[in-house]
């Protein structure tokens, strides 16, 4: 290689997604989503469904929210509130230890007099502190000591307000102190300038910024950004507060008088809180966590375990998604990666990916009623899937092989398809030259003059059609005995059979509970199992008759899969009877719809699920007078079984 060597940097991906991630399965989220509406739910339901549990090897909104909870229990389980008054006291121990070995040293009643003084100190830090701010120490050691405390609980509400405050006043001296208290007062003359809506607050604000920017490492860019950053932090600070037990509070407000050794720091900070409050109202000012652990936190390390208590509340309720608007845009990614790592964004970014993919390629679309719904291409595509089950079934069972032929006979039909391995249809050489002819154009010269994809063959047809009328029971006790998915995946599958492949035949899809009803597969899909008593045969083969009487150049055919005998008629007004046990009167009539459909020509098979010896009787009656046949398949069998009656009728044709 010549010229200078290329060299190479490799890091961390942060441009979303990681692009070596496989795509995200949307068949599988697809059937997932249409067993769950097949199952009763609705398509909205079913997508949050999708979106809670996850899918293979991408977790759902509900665990990525339990690891939330779980780091929230963790969290709250390992500290407590009590680090800064726990160091006060220690300080304050050494001070008063060191005192009264001086005083222990002197002579005098003098000395006897403060060893007294420091025996009648209060009980409580706080209290303590607030009666030793004028004393006069005899130890130098004790002094230090003392002013450590002042010093400390300074810094510590410092570091509450301000992030990397402790930062800027490494060394602290009356100056450094006073520098603070100028800072607040002037903070506090800005925030109220803004409250006011003057309109010189943006120079304020620079100027501002100019005189203490050092003790603002954020560089907020306004005077907004400078708010929002202090109100969550004052916010957090206060739900410390609140967590606190009366004791602990009232020892804390003893104790912030006592900040640096002049109260006016104490007076300002709570003045600024103030003025925050009433400026971000939104904010949480009075959540609160119960921390039991045994690792006590200072008032700082406090705050910010309140802050991450806070993120991690205001991500559950993002990953939740049960607020009005809600969308997975909402989740803040970055706050994720703090709580929960890398994983938990792709994992995160996968679904949103899923919901925003399933909409933009259609599979969801809204209904008029501004319900979602699934689309006519995912009923292709859970069609698909339903027969892609079923001829496996069948291939196992009878070696039949899968095809896209559209008819038995070879009569063209003038439409054509692209070639695939295994076809015997004649190639149709106009559009094979047509398709080589443009993707040279597009490719360019030195492209093959013939490819494999450039072939179309095509599509034949079989010589006669058929009009084919599927009725399904749709009565309570399929719901009740399981069989209520497994009828829908098998109308799924041969509407799915019939449209892609056999695409002259007519089908039609015809429900009966009390009553029967023509159904498209899409509303099929959608149908609630509903209590209702009657299995309403005879309306359904009324309706069959009259699909068969509407295709008269068709053979007609009727399927009927069925768990009860007829329990239900209609009468010629319109009203449905239902009787149980069967009636004479809605047996004849059934029996005599049967015959009407044998003098039509039709051939009758009915799919008897579950064991029944009444309905045994009766189907046994049917075939022989509709001279169809009986099949008893289990309910994981139904679609071979429907489907394989159906291609056994085209075949005898």
Known sequence: ???????????????????????????????????????????????????????????????????????????????????????????????????????????????????????????????????????????????????????????????????????????????????????????????????????????????????????????????????????????????????????????????????????????????????????????????????????????????????????????????????????????????????????????????????????????????????????PRAMRRLGETALRSVISQLRSRQGERDTDRAGAAGELTGTTRPWAYGDTEPWDTGRTVRNAVLRRAASGPSAPRLDIEDLEVAETEQRSRAAVALCVDTSWSMVQDGRWVPMKRTALALHHLVATRYRSDALQLITFGRHASTVDVGELAALEGTWEQGTNLHHALLLAGRHVRRNPDAQPVVLVVTDGEPTAHLEADGEAVFQYPPTPRTLGVTLSEVDSLRRLGATLSVFMLGEDPRLEAFVDIVARRGGGRVVAPSADGLGAAVVGDYLRTKRQR
């Open 1 to 375: 290689m010549t010229g200078r060597a290329r060299r190479y940097h490799y890091g961390a991906w942060h441009g979303g997604s990681d692009p070596l991630e496989p795509p995200v399965d949307l068949r599988s989220a697809l059937d997932q989503i249409g067993r769950d509406v097949m199952e009763g739910a609705s398509p909205r339901s079913a997508l949050e469904e999708l979106l809670r549990t996850g899918t293979r090897g991408t977790s759902g909104l509900d665990e990525l929210t339990r690891r939330l909870w779980q780091r929230r229990s963790e969290l709250q389980r390992r500290h407590n509130l009590d680090g800064t008054v726990q160091e006060v006291r220690r300080l304050l121990d050494r001070a008063l230890d060191q005192e009264r070995r001086a005083l222990a040293a002197e002579d005098g009643e003098d000395a006897r007099f403060r060893e007294l003084q420091l025996s009648a100190l209060p009980p409580d830090a706080g209290g303590s502190v607030r009666e030793l701010a004028e004393y006069d120490w005899r130890s130098a050691e004790a002094r230090e000591a003392f002013e450590e405390i002042r010093r400390m609980l300074g810094g510590e509400l410092l570091e509450q307000r301000f992030a990397g405050m402790k930062d800027a006043l490494r060394g602290t001296t009356p100056e450094d102190v006073e520098r603070v208290r100028a800072m607040l007062d002037d903070l506090s003359e800005l925030l109220a300038a803004h409250a006011r809506g003057d309109s010189d607050v943006p120079r304020r604000f620079d100027e501002f910024m100019a005189e203490h920017g050092e003790f603002f490492p954020e560089s907020p860019r306004d005077v907004d950004e400078l708010i929002d950053a202090l109100a969550a932090r004052s916010a957090a600070a206060q739900r410390m507060v609140n967590s606190m037990s009366e004791q602990q509070r009232a020892e804390l407000a003893e104790l912030s008088q006592q900040a640096f050794g002049d109260p006016r720091i104490g007076e300002a900070l709570n003045r600024m809180d103030q003025q925050l409050r009433s400026l971000r109202p939104g904010e949480d000012w009075s959540g609160r966590g119960r921390f039991r652990g045994d690792q006590p936190m200072g008032l700082a390390e406090a705050t910010e375990a309140m802050a991450e208590l806070g993120e991690l509340e205001q991500l559950a309720e993002q990953l939740g998604q049960s607020y009005p608007g809600a969308s997975l845009q909402d989740i803040d990614l970055e706050a994720l990666e703090r709580q929960l790592g890398e994983r938990a964004v792709v994992d995160a970014q996968r679904l949103a990916d899923i919901d925003e993919q399933l909409r933009r390629q259609g599979l969801l679309q809204r209904a008029p009623d501004g319900n979602l719904r699934l689309s």
